[in-house]
């Protein structure tokens, strides 16, 4: 299962809206985020401060070593100051650490963005200074795999015990 999860921006509900409207989307988040089969990726804008996203106090709350927890920082272009200090101190304990994208503009082609995208990383004073190991579409997809496989291994033993155990179970 993967959660894509981005920050809870509204408190304060609009013209016929619930008046529980935030309670109501953090419940729905977190019965998706609680299973330890979970993914939990992060999206976070480049411009926000990280220690005070609310979605990362979300997912620490349910993974407190961080070990099903992604971050994909968003609109790097937008924001590129102070950005390779973000990623590289982690202040918020994201385990599974950070992956930073450029995000398509207008009506760009997914090729097109992402030409643009290795160029902004190549290119840009201060973003070419981020290991390209966490930089890139590309580079989401396969730690995304990556993590996938891990809990995919992790949990396979207990699925197929319980498989076992039902069959069993009509067999007798």
């Known amino acids: 299962m993967l959660l894509f999860s981005s920050i809870l921006n509204s408190r304060v509900p609009v013209h016929g809206q619930p008046e529980n409207i935030y309670d109501q989307i953090k419940d729905i988040i977190m019965e998706y985020i609680r299973p330890e089969k979970s993914i939990i990726l992060n999206v976070l804008s480049a411009t926000v401060d990280f220690t005070t996203c609310e979605s990362i106090r979300m997912s620490q709350s349910v993974d407190k070593t961080g070990l099903r927890t992604l971050a ?11 950005l390779l200090e973000k990623v590289t101190v982690d202040d918020v304990n994201i385990g599974l650490g950070y992956v ?16 643009e995208e290795e160029r902004l990383f190549e290119s840009h004073p201060m973003l070419s200074k981020i290991d390209k190991s966490i930089v890139g579409v590309p580079v989401l997809a396969q730690r995304l795999v990556q993590v996938q496989g891990m809990i995919i291994s992790k949990t396979l033993p207990e699925i197929v015990k ?11």
């Open 72 to 82: 994909v920082v968003t609109k790097a272009d937008k924001s590129p100051e102070r």
């Open 100 to 115: 930073c994208i450029r995000n398509r503009i207008g009506d760009e082609s997914y090729e097109e963005a992402r030409i």
């Open 162 to 172: 319980k498989i076992n155990e039902k069959l069993t179970y009509k067999l007798t």
